[in-house]
């Protein structure tokens, strides 16, 4: 498990993901394998600060400084999908903008190709495996990461935890800024708090 985990690791961005995938998913893999798969990091190499710029001005069409005041060019988290920078709208408030990686969509679809060859193959060569329902298992990822690739869809499933949560004391969901969201970049409120898996 953990040189499977490595492997996928070195593949890139949506090998990551399906290790990650795999990971909660200990009665196809089995426990030992799942655990270890569940180490998988999601920090990547970052990508430039100033890709990222362009990516928001091109999402948003208006130039940054007509929406934040201030962007950090490090991002603070680098995943598998997107990196997160930390900015200050024009209004004043603080801000965390989620920006996906440049040409992860076509990096993705390339890759899902190779996945749906390996399980059709698995299918074919492997009968004790069919079980495991390998194209089943690709066809899932896939819309669960075409999901992911659409900030929009994020931010509207934020927007309705965020609704249904109002007046909870211990609970606190971040606001989507609906002005700076799009496709490919989400913008939403910067809170502190204690992470949910601690």
Not at 124 to 139: C, E
Not at 181 to 191: G, S
Request: charge should be negative.
């Amino acid at each position: 498990g953990e040189r499977l985990a490595a492997a996928l690791e070195e593949l890139g961005p949506s090998f990551i993901k399906l290790g990650q995938a795999l990971s909660v998913r200990s009665d196809l893999v089995g426990d030992d394998i799942a655990e270890d798969l569940s180490a998988l990091q999601d920090q990547l190499p970052p990508f430039a600060g100033e890709r990222a710029r362009a990516i928001i001005e091109e999402e948003l069409q208006m130039p940054l400084d007509a929406v934040f005041e201030s962007f950090d060019d490090t991002p603070v988290a680098a995943a598998s999908i997107a990196q997160v920078h930390f900015a200050r709208t024009v209004e004043g408030d603080d801000v965390a903008v989620k920006v996906l990686r440049p040409g992860i969509e076509d990096r993705f679809n390339r890759d899902i190709e190779l996945f749906l060859w390996i399980a059709r193959m698995v299918e074919r060569t492997q009968p004790s495996l069919r079980r495991l329902r390998p194209l089943a298992v690709v066809h899932t990822f896939q819309a669960t990461v075409v999901t992911e690739m659409d900030l929009r869809l994020e931010a509207a499933a934020a927007s309705e935890l965020r609704e249904n949560t109002e007046g909870d004391p211990g609970f606190r969901v971040p606001k989507i800024d609906w002005v700076r969201t799009a496709q490919r970049v989400m913008t939403l409120e910067r809170i502190d708090g204690i992470q949910i898996d601690e």
